[in-house]
């Protein structure tokens, strides 16, 4: 668990030169100054072996659509998970230094840009994560180009990897792991979400 310390500019200044320089966190570099053992960080994986944040957003927002509009932070990572499943690899299921598994994090962070963009709400109380109307109308936007992409393929035979391309896309991130797409279901459930 994190704990917040003060410190003035210049011993902030030091440290981060200190951790620029030797390549590792600032906490690293003061476990080390103080002789405690420094955690092994997991390598990060390379391009293509996990699924880039970005590609988190819309099973993030599909989730939250299906829980209602709004759910604890808890379930709507679950959810994801569930919609992920056959999606993510070894390395996305790896366990990071500070004992985080890396899809869960990446959900954390792809939210962050989510409220960034006016996607979910700023205003839900701790632990709520809570979908607007700027993104319900970007899954609605996300199922109308799978359905043209779809019936584009269906009339050239086009490769099957469009929802991948149209995911990354999207979110302007290079083509990797196919996100997952909300399913007819949802549509109907979509009508009933409640708007805010």
């Known amino acids: 668990m994190s704990k917040l310390i003060r410190v003035d500019e210049q011993v902030h200044a030091a440290l ?88 869960r994090l990446r959900c954390n962070v792809a939210r962050t840009d989510l409220i960034k963009r006016g996607h ?14 700027a993104g319900l109308e970007r899954l609605r936007k996300f199922d109308q180009a799978l359905t043209l992409v779809g019936q584009q393929q269906n009339a050239e035979s086009a490769p ?14 290079a083509p990797g792991p196919p996100a997952a797409v909300p399913s007819s279901q949802t549509d109907t459930k979509r009508s009933a979400t409640r708007r805010r």
Do not use: M
């Open 16 to 103: 981060r030169q200190r951790a620029i320089e030797s390549r590792k966190q600032p906490n690293d570099v003061l476990r080390q100054l103080l002789g405690l053992p420094v955690p092994k960080r997991s390598p990060r994986p390379a391009a293509g072996q996990s699924i880039p944040h970005p590609q988190f957003e819309v099973p993030i927002l599909s989730a939250l659509e299906q829980l209602g509009g709004s759910a604890p932070a808890h379930e709507v990572i679950e959810r994801v998970g569930q919609l992920l499943a056959r999606q993510l690899t070894d390395a996305d299921r790896q366990k990071l230094g500070d004992g985080q598994i890396r899809w």
């Open 160 to 173: 099957t990897t469009a929802r991948s391309s149209f995911a990354s896309q999207a979110t302007n991130e």
């Open 120 to 133: 979910l709400s700023t205003h839900s109380p701790r632990g709520l994560w809570e979908i607007t109307d």
